[in-house]
Nanobody, 124 residues
Framework: QVQLVESGGGLVQAGDSLRLSCTPS????????LGWFRRSPGKEREFVAT????????YYADSVKGRFTISRDSAKNTVYLQMNSLKPEDTAVYYC?????????????????WGQGTQVTVSS
């Protein structure tokens, strides 16, 4: 069983930046696709960004394209989400996810492992 542990959430003002990190415990995820999803208050969990196992291919939701950057460091077995120009509508619990087939993806059903989530709150 893979356990994903997120960190880096917090309370920031609109326009600020945050970097989220996710590290698995118990095993390496070098062959997995990794990504981030979020759930805003009153909404369903939604896709944010994913990255394939090589780190060469990324996929973003339109709502974050140009502001968020996903990356991975295989040596550290960690995936990051750099979030710039944050907006109040980015307020959500952000979840790390892993896909055992190694590619990018955007659906909840193709997320095989999940973290517990980290809260990001953006004030106006």
């Amino acid at each position: 069983q893979v356990q994903l542990v997120e960190s880096g959430g917090g309370l920031v003002q609109a326009g600020d930046s945050l970097r989220l990190s996710c590290t698995p415990s118990g095993r390496t995820l070098v062959n997995y696709g990794l990504g981030w999803f979020r759930r805003s208050p009153g909404k369903e969990r939604e896709f944010v960004a994913t990255i394939d196992r090589s780190g060469s291919n990324t996929y973003y939701a339109d709502s974050v394209k140009g502001r968020f950057t996903i990356s991975r460091d295989s040596a550290k077995n960690t995936v990051y989400l750099q979030m710039n120009s944050l907006k109040p509508e980015d307020t959500a619990v952000y979840y790390c996810a892993a896909n055992r087939y190694g590619g990018t993806w955007s659906t909840l059903g193709n997320s095989h492992f999940w973290g517990q989530g980290t809260q990001v709150t953006v004030s106006s």
